[in-house]
Nanobody
Framework: QVQLVESGGGLVQAGDSLRLSCAAS????????MGWFRQAPGKERDFVAA????????YYADSVKGRFTISRDNAKNTAYLQMNSLKPEDTAVYYC?????????????????WGQGTQVTVSS
C-alpha cells in the first residue's frame, strides 16, 4: 500500500500559478509512473498529466498542454504539478496516483492508489 498526500491547492485568480505536490510513502516510488488527475463536482475524474519513473517522458491532456508541467524528485519521493495561467475551468480536486507502465495512461482505472486530493479553485 502506498500512502499519497497531495498539497499546494488553494483559491487563486485567473492567470495565477500554483504548484501542487504529491508526497508518497513508498520506497518503490521511483519505480512508478505517476499521474495527476482532477475531478470537478458532478464530473468524472479526468487525466491531467503523467510522468515516467525516471522523468524521461511526460504526457499532458490537451486542455493543460503548455500551461502545466509535471515533474518528480525520486530522492524525495515526491511528484509535482506546476500550474500556470490558471483558468476557472481548472477548478477541481486534484489527485496524484502511481501505476506500473504506460498502457492506457489516461484511464484512472489503471492507477493503483489514490490520495485524498487537494482543492484548486480559480476565480474569474
Amino acid at each position: 500500500q502506498v500512502q499519497l498526500v497531495e498539497s499546494g491547492g488553494g483559491l487563486v485568480q485567473a492567470g495565477d500559478s500554483l504548484r501542487l505536490s504529491c508526497a508518497a510513502s513508498s520506497r518503490t516510488f521511483s519505480s512508478y509512473t505517476m499521474g495527476w488527475f482532477r475531478q470537478a463536482p458532478g464530473k468524472e475524474r479526468d487525466f491531467v498529466a503523467a510522468i515516467t519513473w525516471n522523468g524521461g517522458s511526460t504526457y499532458y491532456a490537451d486542455s493543460v498542454k503548455g500551461r502545466f508541467t509535471i515533474s518528480r524528485d525520486n530522492a524525495k519521493n515526491t511528484a509535482y504539478l506546476q500550474m500556470n495561467s490558471l483558468k476557472p475551468e481548472d477548478t477541481a480536486v486534484y489527485y496524484c496516483a502511481p501505476r506500473i507502465g504506460l498502457s492506457d495512461y489516461e484511464s484512472p482505472h489503471t492507477y493503483l492508489y489514490w490520495g485524498q486530493g487537494t482543492q484548486v479553485t480559480v476565480s474569474s
